[in-house]
C-alpha cells in the first residue's frame, strides 16, 4: 500500500512508502496547489487502492452514473493491469474519492478514468486535488508522458476550453428495452443468420485479431473512418498504434466493419455486463464510427441480435455514433425498434491537456 498524508503543509509530504517492497518516490521539488482550506485543514490520505478496498468503494459510489456504474465489473481486472493506477482518497480513514489513471499511447498519455467523490464530500475541491496527486505520481513514474486525457459528457463551456483541448466529440443515444421482447421484435426486420437485414449492402464484417491488426496497424483504411484518427472504446480514446491494440485485443469486444477492401464504417460493441441499477439489468455500450446512416443502422441491428440471444431481463444501451445521425438513429429507435430513449440528446468529448 501506498499512503501519502495531506497536511495544512505539503512540504511534510516527503516521499510515499509502500509494504511491498518497492518504493516510488515522489519527487519534493515538484510544486503542487495550494490546498483549499477545508482540505487543509481536515487532512487527506492517498492510497493505491487493492481488491480489499473493493466494498467501501461500492458504497461511497451508490448511485452514481444513474445505476450504469462499470467499475463493480471491472474493478478486479483493473488491479491486474500493469499499466493502471487506481488512487483512493480517504478522510479520517474512511475512502472519500477514487481515481484510475492508465498510461497509454506507447506511454505518452495518462487516460484518467473512474473519478468519483462521495456524495457528502463533493463541491469541496477533492477531485482537483485528487487529480493532481494522480498526475505527480505519474509523472514520477513514467517521465515520457506528455498529455492527460480524458473522456467528459457534461457540457463544456469556456473555462473547460482553456484546460483543454478537444479531440474529438460523438453523439451519446441511450435506450433501454426487455431483452426478451427485442428478439421478437428482431426478425420482423428480416435479419438473416448472419444479421444481414433487407438492405442491399452485404452483412457486415465480424473482424478476427489478424484482420483488425491489419485493418487498424498495417493500412490507411481506417482513417476516414475514425473520429480524428482516434478509437473510442467504452469512454476510452487510444490511438490506433500497436501497444494499444494489444490493450484492446484482451478485452470481450466484437469488432464489425462493412467491407474489409474499403470500409465506410466501423464498430466496437464491448459484451453486455451487469450494472446496479437493477436485479436482472444489463450495459450494452456500442462506439459507431462513420457517416454511413444505413451501414450504422445495419451494424447497430447485428450488434443487438448478437447480444441479446442470450439475455433475459432488462438492457440499458448506449450507442455513441457521429453527432449528424443521433436524431435519425433516435427516431428509428423509437418506431422501429419500439424501444424506449432514456435521455434527449448528449455529447461525449474526449478532451486532453499538456502534462507540466
Not at 474493478?75 to 488512487?87: C, F, K, L, P
Not at 477514487?98 to 457528502?120: F, H, W, Y
Not at 464498430?267 to 459507431?288: A, E, H, K, Q
Request: aromatic share 8%; net charge negative; glycine share 4%.
Amino acid at each position: 500500500m501506498i499512503l501519502v498524508s495531506m497536511f495544512s503543509s505539503l512540504d511534510q509530504q516527503d516521499n510515499l512508502l509502500t509494504t511491498c517492497c518497492v518504493k516510488m518516490k515522489i519527487d519534493t521539488s515538484l510544486i503542487m496547489p495550494q490546498l483549499p482550506e477545508a482540505l487543509s485543514q481536515a487532512g487527506l490520505q492517498f492510497t493505491v487502492a487493492t481488491e480489499e478496498d473493493f466494498d467501501d468503494i461500492m458504497a461511497m459510489s451508490q448511485d452514481i452514473y444513474g445505476g450504469l456504474d462499470y467499475l463493480p465489473t471491472r474493478y478486479t481486472s483493473w488491479m491486474h493491469e500493469t499499466n493502471r493506477t487506481v488512487i483512493l482518497a480517504r478522510k479520517q480513514g474512511k475512502v472519500i474519492a477514487l481515481e484510475s489513471v492508465c498510461v497509454i499511447d506507447n506511454g505518452e498519455t495518462m487516460l484518467v478514468e473512474g473519478l468519483r467523490v462521495a456524495p457528502q464530500e463533493r463541491g469541496k475541491g477533492v477531485a482537483g486535488v485528487l487529480l493532481r496527486f494522480c498526475s505527480e505520481l505519474v509523472k514520477s513514474k513514467y517521465p515520457e508522458v506528455k498529455v492527460t486525457r480524458l473522456t467528459r459528457d457534461d457540457p463544456l463551456g469556456p473555462k473547460d476550453f482553456q484546460k483543454y483541448r478537444l479531440i474529438t466529440k460523438q453523439g451519446i443515444l441511450l435506450v433501454r428495452f426487455r431483452a426478451e421482447d427485442l428478439k421478437l421484435r428482431l426478425p420482423e426486420l428480416d435479419l438473416g443468420r448472419d444479421g444481414e437485414s433487407s438492405t442491399s449492402s452485404p452483412p457486415p464484417v465480424l473482424l478476427d485479431h489478424p484482420a483488425i491488426k491489419r485493418l487498424y496497424l498495417t493500412t490507411d483504411l481506417m482513417q476516414g473512418v475514425l473520429p480524428n484518427t482516434t478509437i473510442i472504446q467504452d469512454w476510452q480514446p487510444f490511438k490506433p498504434v500497436p501497444s494499444n491494440i494489444a490493450i484492446l485485443l484482451k478485452k470481450d469486444i466484437d469488432w464489425m466493419v462493412d467491407d474489409l477492401s474499403s470500409p465506410m464504417v466501423a464498430s466496437l460493441c464491448t459484451f453486455p455486463f451487469r450494472v446496479p441499477i437493477g436485479d436482472d439489468w444489463y450495459y450494452l455500450n456500442i462506439d459507431m464510427f462513420g457517416k454511413d446512416l444505413d451501414l450504422v443502422r445495419q451494424q447497430f441491428l447485428c450488434h443487438l441480435q448478437r447480444h441479446t440471444a442470450t439475455l433475459k431481463g432488462h438492457v440499458m444501451c448506449q450507442m455513441f455514433l457521429d453527432p449528424p445521425l443521433w436524431k435519425p438513429m433516435a427516431e428509428f429507435c423509437l418506431n422501429t425498434l419500439r424501444v424506449e430513449l432514456v435521455k434527449e440528446y448528449t455529447e461525449q468529448c474526449v478532451v486532453e491537456s499538456d502534462v507540466v
